[in-house]
């Protein structure tokens, strides 16, 4: 029996195997390095999202907060407003009844005495001019302090 001899062809057919056999490894490795490059990046891309998110997060968050006590200044200014009113009204009412209150009387004590000093004044009573002289001064001077105290 004689031994075959490989064929020329079979030969060439090995070193294409071969060499298809580098190309190929060498094209996956060029792609392995690529895929690793895009997971690399991708990795990169999915991190910086999750620092964005995170600082989205913050500030919504940070945002919530201030409304909320924006809001609470807001209730506190309007009531403190209101609070204001309230007491504003009800001091102009009292100064208004005090007004009224206290000069009424005042202005016939004045006006009483002044007709008292005017009736003396025809018949000459000493005592009478005096103390009709002192009412009148005294109103006068009440009435001057009641108007300086409810002008303010």
Request: hydrophobic share 45%; glycine share 2%.
């Amino acid at each position: 029996m004689t031994q075959r001899q490989p064929s020329l062809d079979y030969q060439l057919s090995v070193e294409q195997l071969v060499l298809l056999r580098k190309q190929s490894a060498a094209a996956f490795a060029a792609t392995m390095a690529i895929l690793f490059y895009l997971i690399f990046k991708i990795h990169n891309l999915v991190v910086s999202l999750a620092v964005l998110a995170h600082t989205h997060y913050e500030h919504i968050k940070d945002s919530i907060e201030l409304r909320a006590e924006n809001k609470n200044l807001l209730k506190d200014v309007t009531d403190a407003l209101k609070k204001e009113e309230t007491e504003s009204k009800a001091k102009s009412n009292f100064l208004a009844n005090m007004s009224h209150e206290l000069r009424t009387p005042l202005n016939t004590i004045i006006g009483y005495s002044e007709i008292i000093h005017d009736d003396v004044n025809d018949k000459n009573p000493e005592s009478i001019i005096d103390n009709a002289n002192k009412i009148t001064a005294a109103g006068k001077h009440l009435l001057s302090l009641i108007n300086d105290v409810l002008d303010l």
